[in-house]
């Protein structure tokens, strides 16, 4: 048997109908749909690293870390290279451990809430914040190795786990069409259509997005890499042929070079583990914060994928779940370490999902995406976020099969799933979608005079969400100060 033939029984290829092109053709698309973070996570989390917020931050400000000054421009490319290598660490696990076809990366919004929330607005210094996601991927390596994850998972009522992938469905969509100015703000109803003739974002968006949906329709395998990489080139040869301003449709940053040397921040790191015992409450809340929106984050998103892929079991159930949860759990914690928020299992990997990866080949190709990143992080940089969100908005259609599978004339099934999928997009939260189903199962099942059908679990499940959200808006509104 050669290694070919090896590699391919390690990964079940025969078990799922897959092979090496399939495989391949789906890492690099839930890549490509993904790389966006090599860019966007920096510009979140430098304001911390800063304490200012980023309206205020300029490319020639400095900072002092360690006691060396650097620029906004070292400390962004600093943390380029820990968002590239957290994602490695995570995705060799997921890989080669869950062989499950999902990539990771720090995660959106969690990232937004380490620098806004924590830092700025509580002041808790980054160090500390460094330390207290260490911390709460240590508790999730813990958990998921004594099965207690996959034990509250599996407490998801059934319309809750089979509106997931739906409700990331819409919420993909809603995240994809504003990156593309496709839906913008507006003051009397929140949101609107964008005006693709004053918008060359929109306009240039809705070509690539008609684009690759044309070639989705056609059966063209590898369509959603097309239309991405077909979109970023079109939109560098429209701007270096004069036609627009640079920066208009095209990264402001263009191509540079990258700052490898990221120890300041792990030594950062430490300092915060250091910082503990001086503000021991604080540290508490926050890693009850990042433990609790995380863990509901990381279990949607792995349940609405699991369904796409066709994983789940007849309970809405993902065989083997602790796997995949290990792999978000060493990410986390390793990234911790070397100064980036939390990891997670991205939605992106829907895209690769849709493409028919189905192993943890799909997984290792990733990684080795990420692993050139290391060398192309400017190339990385010069692909428009708009074009990588055109993946989104495509599988957000996708996804919105999942709505298939509810049994909207069930009363209990009809509210949960119906929450679930709108609180997703309208909070910008797949937390707080997850919690909306949780919460309101018990209690429409108990008013239709069906309370033996709630386990207690579910019953504390619900009481827990009440109490995270209780704390969370008391916080919010200044009654609990830190």
Known sequence: MGASDTLAEYFDFDEYGTDYRTETIAGVTTFLAMAYIIVVNPAILAPAIFGQPPGELEPGSTTTIGGELYTLQQVEQMLAVVTILASIVAIAVMALYAKRPFGLAPGMGLNAFFTFTVVLILGVPWQMALAAVFVEGIIFILLTAVGARKYIIELFPEPVKFAVGAGIGVFLLFLGLQEMQLVVAYDSTLVTLGNVLE?????????????????????????????????????????????????????????????????????????????????????????????????????????GVSQIAGFLDERGDLPAVEKPLMADAVGTTFGAMIGTSTVTTYIESSTGVEEGGRTGFTALVVGICFVLALLLVPLIAAIPTYASYLALVVVGIIMLQGVADIDWQDPAWAIAGGLTITIMPLTASIANGLAAGIMSYPLVKAAMGERRDVSLGQWVLAIVFVLYFVVYFAVEAGQITV
């Open 199 to 303: 918008s060359p974002v929109a306009a240039f968006s809705l070509a690539g997005l008609v684009f690759t949906l044309l070639l989705y329709a056609r059966g063209v395998r590898g369509s959603i890499v097309l239309g991405i990489v077909t979109t970023a080139v079109a939109a560098w040869v429209v701007t270096l042929s004069g036609f627009t301003e640079p920066g208009t449709i095209t990264p402001a940053g263009g191509v540079g070079g990258a700052h490898y040397d990221f120890t300041p921040l792990f030594w950062g790191f430490v300092e915060g583990l250091g910082l503990i015992a001086e503000e021991p409450f604080i540290f508490l809340l926050v890693v009850f914060t990042f433990f609790f929106v995380d863990f509901f984050d990381t279990a949607g998103t792995l349940i």
